[in-house]
């Protein structure tokens, strides 16, 4: 089954299976790490990458099959037990408690003392060198993690699992919601653990991240074993065949009819996050948006939406010349705003409510009689129609958001957006988590809403995305709007720079 | 209920449904059956018409309180001046009709009119200021109390024999209030789970954020859910004036507690997100068996106290196994 195993495998899982009711999430899986190498555990949403990781980390129990850890019996029975023995993880939904600071979320189960009290001077010191490793100068450690970006959050995360000593360190999804930069500075980290004879286990849906720094690579599919391979021994295409059983089509460049003008924001600002933006959305197309981290996207998104106050600038709509008051959500919504929020745990879904409850929370009345009374088989169809079109992978839509896969959760989300059925659609960071071939449904979603009319927004770290799909890419450097392009004007390198335009102008 | 069209989708739910609201209930009835065997094992006589009439008379206005009260936990919400609005409400029916002699009906309307006013209060004041409702409705705990004895000059208020007829009067053998607390129940489950309300209640308790950036106003719907609960604590107000001819400035002090243990013991979390009004109204009624059993058997006022906090303990632990086990068969799987 494995093939050419030199050195031994530092952790070693044997026949691991994983039920939960009605899904087999993983079955008869055989998995292992050696010391100092990366190895690499791809498949679609729901393939049961999360469920083995959280088995390896002492999260979930399996319902059969062993571990061997340095050779030795390894069953742990809770997720510190896990990190006694040397395991750190990563997880993929984020997990920071808000109202606590940055130190005190790294140190959360082992914070300095002196005598009988925290030392807040040690552990902000800590936190620091720590943040510093990855490059996080712009942090405090002192810091509320509330005030913080999804990407920010993950980047926090990241350095609490560093921190730890550990021989065993599992990522899933670390760079999910990471730019470029970020990700550098992780894999600056991971090379340097792998020369410490660090076993690393590496969930991505971003196969080009994959193809740089595998040595080996696990496809599961539905939770099965399909393949374990060095990573220089196959191609993407292989991969890519034994992770969907088919081949991808090609995205499809969209010949575009712009329409007129949807959106016009003017000198947007809000304080400390976004400075002076202005621009203009048309119907029929899909304006990107770039930058790095905290370069005030999120902000400016939101702020047009209502969620958060601005505190100057107009807001112009399907070309009316009278600014818009949009103080709430709910006044953005009626006016045909919608806004899918980065953060899907916090600020999108309702974890214990169905899969059901969830799509059609933004729009009840439509799905009621009297605009009071439930149907809930209409509601109920609605729902199952969703889960085909995105191809969500549930018992059926009365399942409970929380127990899906995280890809599955994001699509959930977009679903909720797209039923809401807005002319001007904001994604903040939409395929999250979710493989690529749900990413080219999704782009076709995208293609077949604004062929239909829609004036859309992305806002993604991922480059390669936002390049593949807009008409327009916007940046955003700082909070201020230093470039836009027109597609076949942009090059990675232009947007790069101007994603760094105002970092360089304040370091002058 | 939902007879049209149910396809593919719908069979399967309404079944998983019905097997998963059996088991919901069953545990609850259980409990009942168990206190009543034992009471009837103890003291044979607790089989007597004092003891049913006790449960009977008791039971109407913790009802219809508790009604409400799981609407405000499954907001995640709570509300401590039920007692006291009851308490205002009442002296308020009592002094219009002595005092100011107007005809029942209209005393009757003001006395639930402000109610609702002091939960409409409760609510406002605590969307406004974003402050917590354990803090508020102490507030109007006491402002209500305080209110009440200022109306009434702490004296109780006599009203005589018209005011009697509606919880005397009984139609097919049910009192005039037991019916009114079973209409309320049935309403509050109706929407609850079957309107948009309902599930924007549940939301809330779930997920505040979340429901604002839906684009749903968060505020009406918690503002709604405490002037619901002062209304219901009015008409449980007129309930229990009825039953004694009088308003007591003391009525309902401490039956805040009372019926916040019986909507727990009936499973609503006091977490948010989560409950069920017919499963409050078995909590009223294990409680209410539970105070008769114990008269009955002629236990002593502290050891009945006693008694009942071990229960109210035990009835929430035994759910806590019951949610274990509907977790494994209904499939939850969190660890
Ligand atoms: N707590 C749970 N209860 C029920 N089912 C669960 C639970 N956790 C996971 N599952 C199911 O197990 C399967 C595997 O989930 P897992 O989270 O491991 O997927 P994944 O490969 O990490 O997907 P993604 O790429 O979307 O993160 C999914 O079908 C999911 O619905
Ligand atoms: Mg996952």
Known sequence: MVESITPLPLLELRNITREYPGVMALHNVNFNVCAGELHALVGENGAGKSTLCRIIAGVTRPNSGDMLFHGKPYAPSSRSEARNHGVAMVMQELNLISNLTVAENIFMDRMPTRGTLISYRDMNAAAHTCLQTLGLNDINPDQKVWALGVGQQQMIEIASALSRHCDILILDEPTAALTQRETEHLFAQITELKKKSVGIIYVSHRMEEIKRIADRITVLRDGEWVATSPAADVDMDQIIHWMVGRQLPEPCVRKTEKGTVALRVVNLTVEQAVNRVSFELHHGEILGFAGLMGSGRTETMRAVFGADRSDAGEIYLYGSSTPEQIRSPRDAVRRGIALLTEDRKQQGLFLPMS?????????????????TFIRENIEAEVAHQWCENLSVRCRDEEQTVGELSGGNQQKVVIAKWIFRDCDILIFDEPTRGIDIGARYEIYQLLDNLVKKGKAIIVVSSDMQELMAISDRIAVMSDGCLTAEFRRGEWTQEAIMEAALKELINREH | MNTDGGKTAGDKRYKTAWQTTGLEYLSLIAVMAALVVVFGIIEPRFFSKATFLQVANDVPAVVIIAVGMTYVLIISGIDLSV?????????????????????????????????????LINGLVSVRWQLPSFIVTLGMLEIARGATHMVTQSRTVYIGGKIGAIASTHILGLSVPAILAILIVIIGQIVLSKTVFGRYMVAVGTNEEAVRLSGVDPRPVKIGVFTIIGLLSAVAAVIETSRLEASDPNAGNGLELQVIAAVVIGGTSLMGGKGSVVRSFFGVLIIAILGAGLIAIGVRDETKRLITGVVIVAAVILDYYRRRLGRKSAGFGKE
Do not use: D, E, K, W
């Open chain 1, 355 to 371: 899969i059901r409850s969830n799509i059609t929370m933004t729009r009840l009345q439509s799905v009621s009689t009297a605009r």
């Open chain 2, 83 to 119: 007692g006291s609005v009851l308490g205002f409400s009442a002296a308020l029916l009592g002094t219009i009709l002595t005092r100011y002699h107007l005809p029942l009906l209209p005393a009757i309307l003001c006395a639930i009119l402000a109610g609702a006013l002091c939960g």
